[in-house]
């Protein structure tokens, strides 16, 4: 078994197979998922896992560079997100932030329900 945080398998592969300016998604249970972009599907129901679980679980593991927010997200979300260790953040459009989530390694959706609670995380390096 596993000594770290993350257990869950397909989640932890897919950051040990992640390189330098990667993207991973972590989205509500509403966000879409582009044709082509891997879903890791973590939603049982409504709010659980938060997405704040999950971010928590998966920073444990993933050296971020920056990540991007939703400039639709109210300034208490923004701040909860900012509050994490993700590097720069940038915000834009729901609209822009949904395009570029369709260049992402995956998008792991959650049982998140309130808006906007999605963010982008570009890989960094651990050196």
Known sequence: MKKTTLLHARLSGLIASMGHGDLIVIGDAGLPVPPGVEVIDLAVIRGLPGVFDVLDAVLSELVVER???ASEASEDLAARFRS????T???LSHDRFKANSASA???VRTG???PYANICLYAGVAF
């Open 67 to 69: 990540a991007e927010l």
């Open 84 to 87: 994490r260790d993700i590097g």
């Open 89 to 91: 953040v940038t915000t």
């Open 105 to 107: 390694r995956a998008i």
């Open 112 to 114: 998140e329900c309130t």
